[in-house]
């Protein structure tokens, strides 16, 4: 009885004043940013990619980026503040075009293969960004990290993403989180996440 009470009750509901999701259509801008430096791999981001993208009926970028190769291998691990400012005004571009932005930490590979000696500068890397977008709108998403695999098992990466949320909700307590599973973000690993 409650159950079909329930049913009639959400089926009824009106839902066309709920806002509609920010991410509907996306596309990846791959091998810029994530290259160990812009352009090794052949691809510039171009201010012209945003507005081609937006009119290409497009609402999301992804902008996945190598932040371990522009931050110091030591404490405190400062991201370099040149790659700061080229990260800002693509995502400025981007955000001109009224797009949803997401942004990760991507091909950190020495935490992949060392989890426990790179946990501070991963935090670390995390609260930087955290602290530098904390004013930017909803529509920029935080991916804490693209495929967490190899030695970095769904155990450890489990208590690694809690502390990286804590850290961000410091600065960014409604700030949207993507978290994937361990395995490269294998559907499997779904359960242990």
């Not at 920010?22 to 596309?27: A, E, H, L, Q, V």
Request: proline fraction near 6%; glycine fraction near 6%.
């Amino acid at each position: 009885m409650f159950l079909r009470e329930t049913c009639s009750l959400l089926s009824a509901q009106d839902y066309s004043s709920e806002p509609k999701p920010k991410m509907s259509r996306g596309i990846n801008i791959g091998n810029a940013l994530e290259a160990p430096e812009e352009g090794m791999w052949g691809v510039y981001i171009k201010d012209e990619y945003f507005g081609i993208i937006r009119e290409a009926g497009f609402d999301t970028v992804r902008i996945p980026i190598r932040w371990s190769a522009h931050a110091e291998e030591k404490p405190p691990y400062k991201i370099s503040d040149e790659f700061f400012r080229r990260v800002d005004h693509i995502i400025g571009k981007a955000l001109e075009q009224n797009l949803t932005v997401i942004i990760n930490v991507h091909h950190y590979e020495e935490i992949m293969r060392d989890p426990l000696g790179h946990r501070e500068r991963f935090l670390a890397i995390w609260r930087q960004i955290s602290e530098r977008y904390k004013d930017y709108p909803e529509s920029l998403y935080f991916e804490l990290l693209n495929e967490p695999h190899d030695a970095l098992t769904s155990e450890l990466w489990n208590d690694l993403l809690l502390h990286a949320i804590r850290v961000i909700r410091e600065s960014n307590p409604t700030r949207k989180i993507i978290v994937g599973p361990a395995g490269w973000n294998s559907v499997y690993n779904l359960k242990d996440l």
